[in-house]
């Protein structure tokens, strides 16, 4: 089965920060990967498909990219609203797909 | 608009069985593969498996074979899971998603307490 590694699981940082979050994949997974932000008592929002695609009306200050099989998100300047749960999903090995542990990202 | 409803919230005792609805709308559901996603309290997201909403062949994650099962009512457009045997550790708010995963329920939370 295929793994996948996020760090950090706690991310303390202000606004206007540039914060990268990362997920490690245990065996080639090409660009089979999503990231999703989830706030407190609602249903998760896909952000990333494909690595690197922005999903419908997500700002522009997200993004997805990959080096090997290390696959990050990145917001570039936080805003107060960004403050949330974030989780990477693999589905190159369908059907049997993974979820990263999460990182939460918060305010320092 | 597409739209995928669930079922209300739900309390049971240890043993019993439950069953969560996902009514989708918007969209051809036979066309679409619908997910699971298990999120316990406090915890990260699991995914469940998926059932081909045209076949009605489900698929299941390791964890969620045996006392788990998807299935359909096709000709109303929804999804069920149904839990048997319930115990304490499936205590969770469960998730439908519609392929892709861009369409999200609104969650079932699903509470075993004697």
């Known amino acids: 089965d295929i793994q996948m590694t996020q760090s950090p699981s706690s991310l303390p940082a202000s606004l206007g920060d540039r914060v990268t979050i990362t997920c490690r994949a245990s065996?080639?997974?090409?660009?089979?990967l999503r990231w999703f932000q989830q706030k407190p008592g609602k249903s998760p929002r896909l952000m990333i498909y494909?690595?690197?695609n922005l999903a419908a009306g997500v700002p522009s200050r997200f993004s997805g990219s990959r080096s090997g099989s290390d696959y990050s998100l990145t917001i570039s300047s936080l805003e107060s609203e960004d403050m949330a749960d974030y989780y990477c999903?693999?589905?190159?090995?369908?059907?049997?797909?993974?979820f990263g542990a999460g990182t939460k990202l918060e305010l320092k | 608009q597409i739209q995928l409803v669930q079922s209300g919230p739900e309390l049971k005792k240890p043993g019993e069985s439950v069953k969560i609805s996902c009514k989708a709308s918007?969209?051809?559901?036979?066309?679409?593969?619908m997910h699971w996603v298990k999120q316990a309290p406090g915890k990260g997201l699991k995914w469940m498996g998926w059932i081909n909403t045209y076949t009605g062949k489900p698929t299941y994650a390791d964890d969620f074979k045996g006392r788990f099962v998807f299935s359909l009512e096709a000709s109303a457009s929804t999804a069920n899971l149904q839990i048997s045997n319930l115990k304490n550790e499936d205590t969770a708010t469960y998730f439908c998603a519609k392929r892709g995963f861009a369409y999200w329920g609104q969650g079932t939370l699903v509470t075993v307490s004697s």
């Open positions: 065996q080639d997974i090409g660009n089979y």
């Open positions: 918007g969209y051809t559901f036979t066309d679409y593969a």
């Open positions: 999903l693999q589905s190159k090995e369908s059907p049997l797909y993974t």
């Open positions: 494909g690595a690197t």
